[in-house]
């Protein structure tokens, strides 16, 4: 027995508990709390409060390595929409829609594991529970420019993923996810009257052809095999009931996602470059703002290879090999101190098959032993 069942029904309390009481990122100080103080009921545990709302939990200090395990505590600002449950968030406007309800959770039990059985440690042993994972610049930078995680040998994370099914287990070495950058821009033009614009400056044309033109970035200024998303979501652009009118400016935003550092380089050169050149060609004006968000997560090929080897073996058939995840993740700022490797569990099952940060997002808690279990498995089986 892997020893989940002692601890499966508090840890899925636990998680239940959080997900009534969501809290955003760089907030979740009532979460904060909750987690130490179920910590301080561990009477082998140290607690280091790193910030305000990040925690470590050590374990058998003075071991011979220090492993650390990660579980992020945010939530998102979307208003939950699943009425089938009776632990649904009673935060209007806040929800665990990302599963760190379930993280937290998780890494509650195994750190209860650990106090149970702290004479079988031969590492030491951090728990770290993050805040802020879901908001640029993210909870984990904090954390590492303390400069606590300095001198760790090995950190090891994982994502309960609903679009992995229930018991598959997604290991890569290489970018586990991608850069995660956005840009924000004002084209100014003149405005007029709609029925006169040749007298204008129409930065609606200039913006659709901004957005007609950063397409061809992906499809003819990258290597296809080296993957790219560029997506420009927000264009705000005139008044209702304005409809006669030219206006003088329009706004758009959008993501950028790469694996490379090359190509993080090179798209934001291209997008830059676009809009210099329309906007110069049609006598308007721009401003931009690029913000470089999170780095790609990058698992270290040689303990993913051990990983791998736990996973295989006590997982058999379960294992499979996901091209990145093309989202943002902070765990990245880990990479900086120490090697790391970051996995995805599934938990997609019928019912639970919406996508992460959906108002109707759920967890399936078959999917948490396996996570539970990776936790343990690592911190014991590190060599």
């Excluded at 179920?38 to 058998?60: D, R, S």
């Excluded at 409809?243 to 003088?248: F, K, M, Y």
């Excluded at 470059?273 to 090929?301: F, Q, R």
Aim: hydrophobic share 35%.
């Amino acid at each position: 027995m892997s020893g989940y069942e002692k601890y499966k029904d508090e840890i899925i309390d636990i998680r239940r508990h959080l997900h009534q009481y969501p809290e955003p990122s760089f907030q979740e100080y009532e979460t904060a709390h909750f987690i130490r103080e179920k910590l301080a009921q561990l009477e082998h545990c140290e607690i280091i409060e790193l910030t305000e709302t990040g925690t470590v939990a050590v374990f058998n200090k003075g071991g011979k390595k220090r492993i650390g395990l990660r579980a992020d505590i945010d939530a998102l600002p979307v208003k939950e929409e699943r009425t089938d449950i009776e632990f649904a968030s009673k935060r209007d406007g806040l929800m665990h829609a990302c599963g760190h309800d379930g993280h937290t959770a998780i890494l509650l039990g195994a750190a209860m594991y650990f106090n149970d059985h702290i004479d079988e440690l031969e590492h030491e042993i951090h728990c770290i529970f993050q805040h802020a994972e879901e908001l640029i610049p993210g909870g984990a930078r904090e954390l590492v420019a303390t400069g606590y995680f300095n001198d760790f040998d090995f950190i090891y994370g994982h994502h309960l993923w609903a679009t992995l099914p229930l018991g598959q287990i997604d290991i890569k070495a290489g970018p586990a996810s991608a850069n995660s950058d956005i840009y924000s821009l004002t084209i100014q033009g003149k405005g007029g009257h709609a029925s006169q614009p040749q007298l204008s400056v129409d930065p609606i044309v200039i913006g659709s052809q901004f957005i007609n033109q950063i397409q061809s970035i992906v499809s003819r200024k990258t290597n296809p095999y080296d993957p790219v998303v560029v997506s420009n979501t927000v264009f705000h652009a005139g008044t209702k009931g304005a409809e006669n009118v030219i206006p003088d400016k329009v706004t758009l935003g959008g993501s950028v996602r790469t694996t490379t550092e090359e190509n993080r380089q090179h798209v934001k050169s291209e997008i830059e470059k676009v809009l210099k050149h329309l906007c110069e060609a049609s006598d308007a004006t721009y401003e931009i703002e690029y913000t470089i968000g999170y780095d790609a997560v990058y698992n270290d090929p040689k303990y993913v290879e051990w990983i791998l080897g736990i996973a295989e073996r006590d997982y058999p058939g379960q294992v499979v090999h996901e091209p990145p995840m093309m989202g943002g993740e902070d765990f990245s700022a880990f990479n900086k101190v120490a090697p790391c490797v970051y996995t995805f569990i599934g938990t997609g099952s019928v019912g639970f098959d919406y996508a992460h940060h959906h108002p109707k997002f759920g967890l399936n808690e078959d999917g948490f032993k396996m996570g539970f279990e990776m936790f343990v498995k690592v911190a014991r089986e590190y060599e």
